[in-house]
C-alpha cells in the first residue's frame, strides 16, 4: 500500500509561482513513476506532468509545456511540482499519483495509487 499526501496549494494572482509538494510513504518510492494531474470544476481529470522513478524521464501536458516542473527527491520520498507563469485557467485540485511501475505514464489508467489533491486558485 503506497500513501500520497500533497500540500503547498492556494491561492495565487496571475503570473505567480506555487510549489506543490507530493510526500509518499508505503513502498520503495524510487521503484515508482510519479504523476501530477488536475481537474477543475465540471471537467475531466487531466495529465500535468510526470516522472519516472529515477527521475531521468518526464513528460508533461500540453497546456504546462515551459511554465510547470516535475521533480523528485528519493531520498526524501517526495515529488514536487514547480509551477510558474500561472493563469486563472491553471485553477483546479491537483492530485499526486504514484505507478506500480518505474517508467513515468501520462494516462490516469497507468497509475495505481493517488493522493486526496491539493487546491490551487489562481485569480485574475
Known amino acids: 500500500q503506497v500513501q500520497l499526501v500533497e500540500s503547498g496549494g492556494g491561492l495565487v494572482q496571475a503570473g505567480g509561482s506555487l510549489r506543490l509538494s507530493c510526500a509518499g510513504s508505503g513502498r520503495t518510492f524510487s521503484t515508482s513513476g510519479m504523476g501530477w494531474f488536475r481537474q477543475a470544476p465540471g471537467k475531466e481529470r487531466e495529465f500535468v506532468a510526470g516522472i519516472s522513478g529515477s527521475g531521468g524521464s518526464t513528460r508533461y501536458g500540453d497546456s504546462v509545456k515551459g511554465r510547470f516542473t516535475i521533480s523528485r527527491d528519493n531520498d526524501k520520498n517526495t515529488a514536487y511540482l514547480q509551477m510558474n507563469s500561472l493563469k486563472p485557467e491553471d485553477s483546479a485540485i491537483y492530485y499526486c499519483?504514484?505507478?506500480?511501475?518505474?517508467?513515468?505514464?501520462?494516462?490516469?489508467?497507468?497509475?495505481?495509487?493517488w493522493g486526496q489533491g491539493t487546491q490551487v486558485t489562481v485569480s485574475s
Open positions: 499519483a504514484a505507478r506500480r511501475y518505474p517508467a513515468v505514464g501520462d494516462r490516469k489508467s497507468d497509475y495505481y495509487y
